[in-house]
């Protein structure tokens, strides 16, 4: 699932069209009954067998689907990647069905940017299609041995773009746009590949489908993650790009997750890091290309991939481009984004500041002019959290900082004002329910236990130092079960969601 650019390259070897997994990671299951092979050649295995028109030399590529072979095509003469379904005859109609649209979707396009196909067809029930060899590397293999020279990355891109605006003015979507897709040739011009996922559209300014969303979760667009194939269009495929585009420059995918639901969560509703965050020396014109291209509001994304095209060339030729590069808008909208909870806090606690503070003018009252002087180092330690993942913090420690730090100043405003009368202590039942949407074990851990120690604490305030603020002891120790209780849930239902999202999830690729 999520992706690890960096396990390490992987020896030189040919192009793999249409492959969907690295020579690394392939499956160990058959391709199933071949008319004229008596065996499986396993990798690497030089060995010549039959089929149909074609002599198939060696095997240079397999995936979850199919299987892919260096052939060569008897009568022609020219050597070819031929793939075929990797269950043979015994491939269910679903598959098959979805092997012919790959094909022909492949063969309708006509460009230098696109692996061309020759021929489809079926022997002895054996699905097979014919395609163009690319005697080179996927830009997959390129990364993995380190970011790419950032005017390197803009110039594929611009092939690349210009190829998806061929299909899309063809009237068909890839949806599946990843570096393992971008073959390199020998003469290191991009070519797009693999249409496992393709499908046609209708080609006007609102071009919708409704099919179950598919793709590879590192690199999905918000409204694929979500299922929305009814917002899907043209916009799709340029999120794809620029998820290309992030990935060469800074050597990880946009979206990485611990597990498969975390990435899809990322994909819907977060931010990936800033590319200059992790590579300080990506020029800012090309990171605002990026970054355009990957906006949740496919509105705000390149009308097309042709623009996208030609803004990474007004970049190449050294011009100002269309890109917002540092508006104040675009940061704000990005800053709520990427920055939710600490948005979140700064309203919460500058509203609670200038209402204790406007009180105290009013009142006198020395308690509101402490608690507004308090959220004061409540919204800077906020502040400090959000930095965290600059100094190399991870994101599972922030997410459990946070409510341990809120479970101790509302303790500490509590303590000030009313003690375990406050209604305010509810406050401490809505940290425990945000904790469990972080889909995490140790956050909902972590805010349940400050919970139950912040109200302990009140309680003994209650029954020892003020006497007056005590409520009926029982009904005290209710609301420390109620604590627990939700907290218990809300672990549960985590456990249960994580679990449910890891039964067939796959194994990191790029």
């Not at 009568?75 to 098959?96: Q, T």
């Not at 590319?275 to 020029?283: A, G, Q, V």
């Not at 623009?307 to 508006?327: H, I, T």
């Not at 005590?470 to 456990?495: H, K, P, R, S």
């Amino acid at each position: 699932m999520p992706e690890d650019p960096q396990s390490g390259p992987q020896e030189p070897r040919v192009a793999k069209a249409a492959v969907e997994d690295s020579p690394g990671h392939f499956g160990t299951g058959p391709v199933g009954p071949r008319p004229f092979s008596d065996g499986e050649p396993s990798q690497g295995d030089q060995g010549l067998w039959e089929f149909g028109e074609y002599t198939v030399l060696e095997e240079i590529g397999r995936g979850g689907m199919g299987v892919v072979f260096l052939a060569r095509h008897k009568r022609l003469k020219r050597e070819v990647a031929l793939k075929m379904l990797r269950a043979g005859p015994l491939a269910s109609e679903s598959d098959r069905a979805r092997f012919r649209r790959e094909a022909t979707a492949a063969a309708q396009v006509r460009d230098s940017g696109i692996v061309q196909v020759y021929e489809s067809g079926e022997i002895l029930g054996q699905s097979y299609y014919s395609m163009e060899f690319i005697n080179g590397r996927d830009l997959r293999e390129l990364v993995r041995e380190g970011p790419l020279d950032p005017r390197a990355a803009a110039r594929y891109l611009v092939e690349v773009a210009r190829a998806v605006q061929h299909l899309h003015d063809t009237g068909i979507l890839h949806r599946d746009l990843k570096p393992a897709n971008i073959l390199i040739d020998e003469d290191d011009h991009a070519k797009v590949t693999d249409f496992g996922v393709a499908r046609r559209y209708l080609g006007t300014t609102h071009d919708t489908y409704t099919e179950a969303i598919m793709g590879s979760p590192n690199y999905l667009s918000p409204e694929q993650a979500s299922g929305r194939g009814d917002l899907m269009g043209r916009w799709t495929d340029i999120h794809g790009l620029g998820a290309i585009l992030y990935c060469s420059l800074t050597g990880s995918p946009p979206f990485d997750g611990d597990t498969l639901m975390d990435t899809i969560l990322d994909a819907i509703r977060g931010e990936p890091p800033l590319p200059r965050r992790l590579r300080p020396e990506i020029p800012r014109a090309l990171e605002a290309i990026c970054l355009k291209c990957l906006e949740k509001n496919p509105s705000r994304r390149y009308v097309s991939a042709e623009a996208m095209a030609e803004d990474l060339e007004r970049f190449l030729d050294g011009k100002p481009v269309q890109a917002d590069v540092a508006g104040f808008g675009y940061w704000a909208r990005h800053l709520i984004q990427r920055e939710r909870l600490f948005v979140l806090h700064l309203f919460a606690l500058s509203a609670v500041a200038v209402s204790q503070l406007t009180h105290y003018l009013f009142e006198g009252d020395p308690n509101d002019l402490f608690i507004s002087i308090l959220m004061a180092p409540w919204l800077l330690i906020c502040l400090f959290m959000t930095l965290w993942d600059r100094i190399g913090v991870s994101q599972r420690t922030t997410e459990t900082s946070w409510g341990i730090v809120d479970a101790l100043f509302l303790t500490v405003i509590f303590l000030v004002v009313d003690g375990v009368k406050n209604p305010g202590v509810t406050c401490y039942a809505l940290a425990i329910a945000s904790a469990g949407l972080t889909h995490r074990h140790k956050p909902v851990i972590a805010s349940t236990l400050a919970a139950m120690v912040g109200y302990g604490i009140l309680i003994l305030d209650s029954l020892y130092w003020h006497p007056s603020r005590a409520t009926v002891a029982d009904g005290m120790f209710i609301v420390e079960f109620v604590f627990l209780g939700l907290g218990i849930v809300a672990a549960y239902q985590v456990y249960r969601t994580r679990l449910l999202t890891r039964v067939g999830e796959p194994s990191k690729q790029m």
